[in-house]
Nanobody, 117 residues
C-alpha cells in the first residue's frame, strides 16, 4: 500500500506560479514512477507530467515549457513547479504513483489549483 498526500494548491493570478508537493508513504520502495494528472469540472482526468525512474520525464503538450516535475528520493516526494499559469490550468490536481511489476496505480485526494484572469 502507498499513501499519497498532495499540498500546495491555491488561488493565483494568470502569469503567476505555484509549486505542488506530493509526499509518499508506505511501500515506497516499489514505486517505479510518480506523476500528476488534473481534472477540470465536467471534464475527464488528464495527464500532466510524470517522472519515471531513474530519470525520464514527460509532459502534456499544454504544459511543456511552463511546468517542471522533480522527485526527491530523500523526502519520498514529487513536486510540480507551475509557472506562467493560465486560467485553463484551473483544475483539481492529483498525484499518482505506479508500482514496479504490477503497474498498479495509486492516487492522492487531489489539491485544487485556481487561476484567475
Amino acid at each position: 500500500q502507498v499513501q499519497l498526500v498532495e499540498s500546495g494548491g491555491g488561488l493565483v493570478q494568470a502569469g503567476g506560479s505555484l509549486r505542488l508537493s506530493c509526499a509518499a508513504s508506505g511501500s515506497i520502495f516499489g514505486i517505479d514512477a510518480m506523476g500528476w494528472y488534473r481534472q477540470a469540472p465536467g471534464k475527464q482526468r488528464d495527464f500532466v507530467a510524470h517522472f519515471i525512474k531513474p530519470g525520464r520525464t514527460d509532459y502534456a503538450e499544454s504544459v511543456k515549457g511552463r511546468f517542471t516535475i522533480s522527485w526527491d528520493n530523500t523526502k519520498n516526494s514529487v513536486y510540480l513547479q507551475m509557472d506562467s499559469l493560465k486560467p485553463e490550468d484551473t483544475a483539481l490536481y492529483y498525484c499518482t504513483a505506479v508500482m514496479r511489476g504490477s503497474g498498479f496505480q495509486y492516487w492522492g485526494q487531489g489539491t485544487q489549483v485556481t487561476v484567475s484572469s
